[in-house]
């Protein structure tokens, strides 16, 4: 999105006309596309009210640094919502673990869900997402920050931390990337 494009300007102008062939008008820089990303960060300001999810996680990583995936499982009154798989390219297990969370709250915020219960097998960011450990690793700080800007647009988030049995889906969808080297949607 080009920087010369005030979000809350953008908003504003739209509100008052509900035009998107006006808006688009008024700002020529803007592209329709971009006009989607900026309401749809707008729609993220404020607390989903869709209902509770549960968001399943998991990150891996082959090699350690290596290839990494993210995967995520999204279900809301027992039925699955969405399987997402995202090839990250290189990174850490707990690099991929963080943006498997990521990924998986955004998806949770696009969908309109206004809580998430989130299981993970991975206790250290299980427990830095509650608070009991602190971040010290500078690139994992990054993750954090994002992951907790993300976290703002719902109601109540609960983490909790399975075995790596219970989180048998989101694992494979994570592996599922890496072994495509790209997104993997089931």
Do not use: W
């Amino acid at each position: 999105m080009s920087t010369g494009n005030d979000p809350g300007k953008v908003l504003a102008f739209l509100s008052e006309c509900l035009d998107v062939g006006q808006t688009l008008e008024a700002f020529p820089e803007l592209t329709r596309g971009e006009l989607g990303k900026i309401l749809s960060l707008a729609a993220g300001l404020f607390k989903g009210s869709g209902g509770k999810g549960v968001l399943r996680v998991d990150g891996a990583a082959r090699g350690n640094p290596g290839h990494a995936g993210a995967g995520i499982v999204l279900e809301k009154n027992g039925s699955v919502l969405l399987r997402l798989g995202e090839y990250l390219g290189e990174g850490t297990n707990n690099e991929a673990e963080y943006k498997a969370l990521i990924l998986g709250m955004e998806e949770g915020r696009r969908l309109g869900l206004g809580e998430l219960e989130v299981y993970s097998d991975s206790e250290l960011v299980v427990r830095q997402m509650r608070g009991e450990y602190r971040v010290k690793n500078p690139r994992l700080q990054e993750l954090y920050f994002q992951a907790v800007k993300v976290l703002g647009s719902f109601k109540k988030v609960i983490f909790l931390s399975v075995p790596r049995e219970e989180n048998r889906e989101a694992d494979r969808m994570a592996n599922l990337a890496i072994d495509a080297r790209g997104p993997v949607r089931l």
